[in-house]
Structure formats: C-alpha cells, structure tokens
C-alpha cells in the first residue's frame, strides 16, 4: 500500500523507490476486513473493483454485527453500519430516542431498525448503489490478506517498483544517527534517502535501529493472542459484513470471502491459555481434530512517533490496537496521506502528534467496547467491564451518555469524529443497552415526541430493496473481469 501511494505521488519526479522483503518471512497473513477508507485507497490509485475483487477473493463489507457482548434482553445483538447518507434520514430520530431512552422514558432505541446497512447486510444484499439511487453508500471490503499483498506488489512493479526478495541482517546508521543502509544476510548493501519500516511486529528499524520507545495498550485492551483458521461458505451463502462474537475471554471474528470465512479467537493470554482458547475456538466452529488452526502473538501499542529522522513506520511496525473494528489498514492509509501532506510543509512534529492521537482517538472506541459491554459471566468480562484505565476524553462521553446529554454535541466539541463518528459511538453505546433497566423506564408521554417504527421500517426496508443480493453482485464482478 505504502510503495504505491509513495510511488504514485513522487514517481514523476525521479524518486526510485525499492520493495524489500522476505519470502523466507512472509507476512503475518491476517487482516481481511477493513473500513470504508480502504475502498479511498483503490480510489486513490484509480484501480476499479474488476481488477482487485475477483483477484483477492473480496466481498463486500457494509459494517460489523456484535454477537454476545450483552445478555440484556433485547440486546444480545446489534450492527455498527458504516454510515452513509442515507442515514442522516433516519440518524436523528435514532439519536433523539437513545436519549430519550437514557432520560428513563420507554422509547425503542435500539440501533438496528434505524439503518439501510444494516438491512442490507441481514437481507443477503450487497452495498452497491444501483445507479439510480440518489445517494452515496460508504462501504469497505473483506479479502485475502496474501492475495491482496500480491496484487499489490504487482501493481506497483508494473509501474516501476524495484522488488527485492531478501533478508534483512542489519541497519546502518550514519554519525547524524540517520539510517544509512540496510544490510541483507547475503551481503547486499541497500542505500537509501529515506527509508519505510513496514517490518511487521518486528519493527526492525523504527524500534531495532532508531530505538523509538513502544508504548503498549495492554492496561486497557487486555488481547494479546489470536488463534486462527479458515471454514468452508457456510450452505446458507455469507451476508455482507464482519461477525464479532463475543467469548469466555475475548471475541471471534468472521470474515467471509468469496471462497472460504476467515476465523480468528482474538483472547487475553491472562485469563485464558492458548489451549483452551483452541478448544473454545474449535468448539465455536465446529472443527474436527485434524482441522489445522494457527497461533499468533499481538504486541498491542504503539511507537511514541511514527516519522523518526528519515524514517516512516507503517502498519504492524508502527503500532496495533487489536483487530476489533478492523482499524489496521485504514490507519495505514491515513499515515501515508497525512505523510505526504506533511513532508511538503516540512510539519514532521505535528504530523507525528496527530498519528498519535489518531491512535488513541481510535483505542478509547475499542476500550468503550469492553467498558461498556454487558456481560460479566467471566473473570475477563468482570474486569474489562468495570476497568476504569481511560482517557479523559472517554471519561466525558461515557458521562454525557449517562447523564442523558447530547452525545453528537459532546463527540463534536471534543473534535473525534475523524476517529469515530457520532452514529458510531450511539450505535455501540445503545446496542449494548446502556439504559436504565427496564424497571425504571416511565412511559414517554406527551413532552416526548415518539416515532412510527413502522415507517422508519418502511423507509430502510424501501432502501434496501433497491440493492443486489450479495452472490449476484460478486458473479457480476467475476463475469465483468472474465
Ligand atoms: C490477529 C490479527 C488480526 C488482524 N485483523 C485485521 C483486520 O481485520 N483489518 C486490518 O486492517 N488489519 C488487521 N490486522 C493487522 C494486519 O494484519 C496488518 O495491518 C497488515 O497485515 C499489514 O501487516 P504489515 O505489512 O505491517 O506486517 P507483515 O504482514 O508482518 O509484513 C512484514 C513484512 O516485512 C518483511 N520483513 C520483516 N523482517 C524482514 C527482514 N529482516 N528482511 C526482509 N523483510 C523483512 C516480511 O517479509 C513481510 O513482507 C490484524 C492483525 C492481527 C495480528
């Protein structure tokens, strides 16, 4: 990602920029969802779905579905859309009720009803606007994470990418403390002006050579491991988003491709050991004995700064927050971007303090997750859910929430919906039932305005139709690229 976006802006003017990496390595080989700023990404290149999707295996993701992470009754399951325009139709009432709700009036408030994504990822559908609909449906995709790499690489050597397949031994610093050259395990020197680490967790040059500090995120996101495996399109066909199931100790995640789901038991190595996550995992899909599944560590965190004299870290090197919400590659994408701005204005020091803060804009989302979940069946879900590490910011959101404040004014006067927008944290907050018990809720009477849900269910279900069944739209693709 990061080669062809370097590749695209500063080719024209000479810069030669080389790929190198290890196939003796490879690469780690999870990652296959992503958020809408990942299909800006193909849109930055130019590069249309009829090349990429068939290629990579991808489907269509129009948001995630929260499976367990609440036993309130009525709760047990809600969608986090990606939003869209069309939403802003139904948002406000949606916004408007949670809050009535929160105030202890008995409204229904719960997200699902209110968003086309919503049902078109239920009703099989894929999130493509026909071309008569009058409004723009954000969206993003799900794709094999080794497919994609090397698609990639192809494109990018096609337009003058050097790739080099090596192992990197050592990194060379100059008397300034700048990187000079990387030294591969078969003697080769490559010299460079600036260099890109995107080592993965290694972090070879960002944290091995210049020795930029990790500042790890396990105080509150207790996930440290992941077990993975791969199941066969289950016989009732996939629907077009990520599942994330809540377990005993940390989440499964559900990606489906054109030809197979991706699996991975994303758990807390304190409260659960890799055996028995297995054996939960296992048992969660179904798996025989022989089916093989793949353990893998997470160094959650981040490097204190991503752009250290002539380096940029990007991707695993940079930093991970864990795969909830899939975060990964969009920030990948954005650090590139914002990279590119900031080195024509020379603006280093603010453009490492805003990746910084997009980081941690980013975790207090993924921490309101485990804070405000409702389930306490296990030591894990006791201890995430009444932790009280977080941030400032945080702190004020969860309050206006509670205190039955306007949560949108709160998101905007803090200035983090670039991180999270305000549909996301009332989605999340309200889908879990963070409301007053329904012993306590007064009927909403005559100051409360109320809405027909059976119109709002009129309107998302006369949006939704408009749109293809998911096997339809992905054939179409295959047979467009044939
Ligand atoms: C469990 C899990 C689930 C995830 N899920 C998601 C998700 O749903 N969505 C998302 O966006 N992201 C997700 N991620 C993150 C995602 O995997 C990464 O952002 C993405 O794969 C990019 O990884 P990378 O290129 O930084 O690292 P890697 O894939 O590890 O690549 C590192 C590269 O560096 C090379 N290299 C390393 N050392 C050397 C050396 N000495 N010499 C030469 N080459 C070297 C390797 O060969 C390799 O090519 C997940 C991560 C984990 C751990």
Redesign the pocket.
């Known amino acids: 990602m990061t080669a062809n976006l370097l590749n695209r802006r500063w080719a024209e003017h000479g810069t030669k920029i080389s790929l ?3 196939s003796s ?10 958020t809408p700023q990942f299909k800006g990404f193909f849109d930055t290149l130019g590069i249309d779905e009829v090349e990429w999707m068939p290629k990579c295996n991808a489907t269509y993701k129009a948001g995630i579905e929260f499976e367990g992470w609440s036993d309130k009754p009525g709760y047990e399951r809600y969608f986090h859309p990606f939003p869209t325009n069309v939403d802003l139709y139904t948002q406000g009432q949606f916004f408007y009720s949670t809050r009535v709700r929160r105030a202890g009036r008995d409204v229904p408030a719960h997200p699902d009803p209110f968003f086309v994504p919503t049902r078109i990822a239920r009703e099989g559908r894929a999130p493509l606007a026909p071309p008569n609909f009058p409004f723009n449906i954000g969206y993003s995709y799900h794709f094999d ?1 080794h497919l994609i790499g090397a698609y990639l690489r192809e494109y990018g050597m096609a337009r003058g990418i050097e790739h080099i397949d ?3 031994g050592s990194v060379e610093l100059d008397e300034a403390g700048d990187v000079k050259a990387l030294v591969a395990e078969d003697g080769r020197r490559f010299e460079a002006d600036f260099f890109v680490d ?5 972090a ?1 040059i960002i944290e091995g050579a210049l020795k930029e500090p990790h500042r790890p995120f396990g105080e509150n996101l207790f996930n440290d491991r ?1 077990v ?1 495996a791969p199941t066969p399109i289950p016989k009732g066909g996939v629907q077009a988003c990520t599942k994330s199931i809540a377990k005993s100790a940390g989440w499964i995640w559900n ?1 489906p491709l054109s030809n197979r789901v991706g699996n ?1 038991y ?1 758990y807390s190595s304190r409260y659960i050991d890799p055996d028995a996550a297995e054996s939960e995992f296992r048992e969660h899909l179904g798996l025989g004995e022989n089916a093989e599944v793949r353990h ?1 560590q ?1 160094k959650c965190g981040r490097i204190e700064r991503t752009w250290v004299r002539n380096c940029l870290a ?4 940079q930093g ?1 927050l864990e ?1 909830l919400e ?5 920030i ?1 994408m954005s650090t590139v971007e914002s990279f590119l701005a900031s080195w024509e204005g020379e603006k280093r020091d603010e453009f490492n303090t805003a990746i910084a803060a997009r980081y941690e804009g980013i975790r207090d989302y993924l921490v309101c997750h485990y804070r405000t979940a409702q389930r306490r069946d296990t030591d894990y879900w006791r201890d995430a859910t009444s932790n009280n590490i977080m941030s400032d910011s945080l702190k004020r959101i969860i309050n206006a929430w509670f205190r039955a404040e306007d949560l949108e004014q709160e998101v905007t006067r803090q200035d983090i919906g670039k991180y999270y927008m305000p549909v996301s944290w009332h989605c999340m907050l309200a889908g879990y039932g963070n409301f007053p018990g329904p012993e306590l809720l007064k009927p909403p009477g005559p100051d409360v305005v109320q809405f027909d849900m059976a119109d709002i269910d009129r309107f998302v279900a006369g949006c939704a139709m408009n749109f293809p069944p998911l096997p339809e739209a992905l054939e179409r693709l295959k047979e467009e690229a044939a």
């Open positions: 190198i990496e290890s390595i490879g690469i780690i080989g999870v990652g296959e969802g992503s994470a090596t192992r990197i995107a080592s993965g967790f290694r070879a992941a993975v990606i991975g994303v893998l997470m990007v991707g695993l090197a991970f795969p899939a975060t990964a590659l969009h990948v």
